[in-house]
């Protein structure tokens, strides 16, 4: 499928995160299959000021193409001039956060506050739209609350305005990410009033879900998130699962610490060991869910400084079957 003119060779994406999706992890996904990744979101106005820790969250590598910049920002022209400057990282795509929906951000009107505010997104996007040369989307939720249900207005008037695609998660902020279900029928009502492509998101976390959330919504992709920690082997799994009809591939214990110490070897290097170990260390409690010991293996890797201390760690993990 295309986003605008760029081919998505796949139906799975990565969805951005913060403080999580950074290039390893995303590298990594595309290495099991995900077709498209996402920076994590970066604040418009950070990069507008020049901020090196904004700009930094730019940097995309070769190896994971196509992929977008989400910047986030609630006034047009700042987004704009963010988007200037994001197009010196040579993004895919820039993607617009329509969804955050942690009060610092919201606080000033940016992530999900925008579907309060529907004219508002339709003007963001006309900014940025005519400030760069690539596909623009925008990642949304179901509404604010669920008095404000907004989603199939504000997919109307981003598309309106230009946006190339659209990502819904199928919550509004005030159900944040969890107990609350995903509605698959705001997703499916999306879908059917726009023609620009569109990206199912929220509590896709086996390839089972994923098949039946494209049959019932008639979505064009799916986008993973919280699936994927510690389990970067799902984009691979789906996509078996779509394409021929089973799940081909379960790790064993032995690979997925395989995989977590090349991941864990990845942050370091990009990030140096020092920032790198206590980044990894997240992902080495998502990896080390489900085994033997898990309570204790996690608590120690909570205290891990060095790469090499991870290796002792990994030489006490029982990897039998
Ligand atoms: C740790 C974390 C960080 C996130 N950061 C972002 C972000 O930077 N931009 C964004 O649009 N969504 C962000 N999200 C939301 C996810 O992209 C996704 O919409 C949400 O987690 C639902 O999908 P899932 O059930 O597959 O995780 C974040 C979610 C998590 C758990």
């Not at 993607?95 to 579907?115: E, F, H, Q, R």
């Not at 981003?158 to 698959?184: F, K, L, M």
């Not at 060991?273 to 080390?288: F, S």
């Amino acid at each position: 499928m295309f986003i605008g003119n760029v081919e998505i060779k796949g139906k799975t994406a990565l969805a951005p995160m913060a403080g999580v999706a950074d290039m390893a992890f995303r590298e990594l996904c595309v290495n099991y299959g995900a077709s498209y990744v996402v920076s994590e979101m970066v604040s418009s106005k950070g990069v507008s000021y020049d901020s090196y820790k904004s700009k930094e969250l730019m940097n995309l590598s070769d190896k994971e193409r196509p992929a977008g910049v989400q910047l986030f920002g609630s006034d047009p022209d700042t987004m704009a001039k963010a988007s200037v400057i994001a197009m010196e990282y040579s993004p895919d795509i820039i993607d617009i956060n329509m969804g955050c929906p942690a009060p610092k951000i919201t606080s000033s009107g940016c992530g999900s506050a925008l579907m309060k505010n529907p004219d508002l997104c339709g003007k963001i996007v006309e900014a940025v739209k005519k400030t760069v040369n690539i596909p623009v989307t925008v990642k949304i939720r179901k509404g604010w609350d669920n008095n404000t249900v907004t989603a199939v207005e504000v997919a109307k008037i981003c598309e309106s305005a230009g946006a190339d695609a659209i990502t819904i998660h199928g919550r509004t902020r005030q159900q944040q990410y969890t107990p609350n279900t995903v509605d698959w029928d705001i997703i499916k009502a999306v879908k059917n009033s726009v023609k620009i492509p569109v990206i199912a998101n929220g509590d896709i976390t086996t390839p089972q879900i994923a098949s039946d959330i494209i049959e019932y919504t008639n979505c064009d992709m799916i986008m993973i998130g919280r699936g994927a920690l510690g389990n970067p082997w799902i984009f691979y799994q789906i996509n078996s699962w779509l394409e021929y009809g089973r799940d081909s591939f379960v790790p064993t214990k032995s690979e997925k610490i395989k995989v977590m110490l090349n991941h864990a070897k990845k942050i370091c290097d990009y990030k140096g060991e020092n920032i790198g170990m206590r980044e990894a260390r997240k992902h080495i409690a998502w990896y080390l869910k489900g085994f033997r010991g898990a309570a204790s293996l996690r608590n120690e890797s909570s205290r891990l400084e060095t790469f090499e201390q991870l290796i002792e760690l990994c030489k006490k993990i029982d990897i039998s079957e």
